[in-house]
């Protein structure tokens, strides 16, 4: 970076250039895997309210990741939006996990789960709802990776 471009202002979020897939468009997919699996909204293919702790547990863990292996690298209004969604999706976390309802939801979820819905419980799904993994573990898909 010249020294120039160091005494520069920092453009306002607003002002600055949206082109194709910003880093905290990558993060929300992961924060919105997590909130799904808190039943805060619907899987977008069946339209069913699904309760799995371990999936949110799982969220978490890959927003975490993202958080360390972005160190340094972030915008402010990056860096600070990343941390605000690892609170909130911890948050709700342990105030479902304190509530007998939501126990309650997450145990009907887990024994009215089919034997592959149970597999691919905690994986990841893509934004048009399909399993991210067909293996052990959770995966990126790119767009045009399929």
Same mark, same amino acid.
């Given at each position: 970076?010249?020294? *120039?471009?160091?005494?520069?202002?920092?453009?306002?979020?607003?002002?600055?250039? /949206?082109?194709?897939?910003? %880093?905290?468009?990558?993060?929300?997919?992961? %924060?919105? &895997?997590?909130?799904?699996?808190?039943?805060?909204?619907?899987?977008?293919?069946?339209? @069913?309210?699904?309760?799995? %702790? @371990? $999936?949110?547990?799982?969220?978490?863990?890959? !927003? @975490?990741?993202?958080?360390?292996?972005? /160190?340094?690298? !972030?915008?402010? =209004?990056?860096?600070? =939006? !990343? $941390?605000?969604?690892? =609170? /909130?999706?911890?948050?709700?976390?342990?105030?479902?996990?304190?509530?007998?309802?939501?126990?309650?939801?997450?145990?009907?979820?887990? &024994? &009215?789960?089919?034997?592959?819905? *149970?597999? /691919? $419980?905690?994986?990841?799904?893509?934004? =048009?709802?399909?399993?991210?993994?067909?293996? @052990?573990?959770?995966?990126?898909?790119?767009?045009? &990776?399929?």
């Amino acid at each position: 970076m010249s020294e *120039a471009e160091k005494t520069q202002p920092e453009k306002p979020a607003e002002d600055r250039k /949206e082109e194709g897939i910003q %880093f905290l468009h990558i993060a929300s997919i992961f %924060f919105n &895997q997590g909130a799904m699996a808190l039943g805060a909204m619907p899987n977008p293919v069946t339209g @069913e309210i699904f309760v799995s %702790f @371990e $999936a949110v547990q799982e969220s978490i863990a890959i !927003l @975490e990741v993202l958080k360390q292996k972005s /160190e340094g690298n !972030l915008e402010p =209004d990056e860096k600070r =939006d !990343l $941390a605000h969604m690892i =609170d /909130e999706l911890k948050l709700a976390f342990v105030q479902a996990i304190r509530d007998p309802r939501m126990k309650e939801i997450a145990e009907r979820s887990k &024994q &009215q789960a089919t034997p592959e819905q *149970a597999k /691919e $419980a905690s994986r990841i799904i893509t934004p =048009d709802g399909r399993p991210a993994s067909s293996g @052990e573990g959770p995966k990126i898909i790119l767009p045009g &990776q399929g």
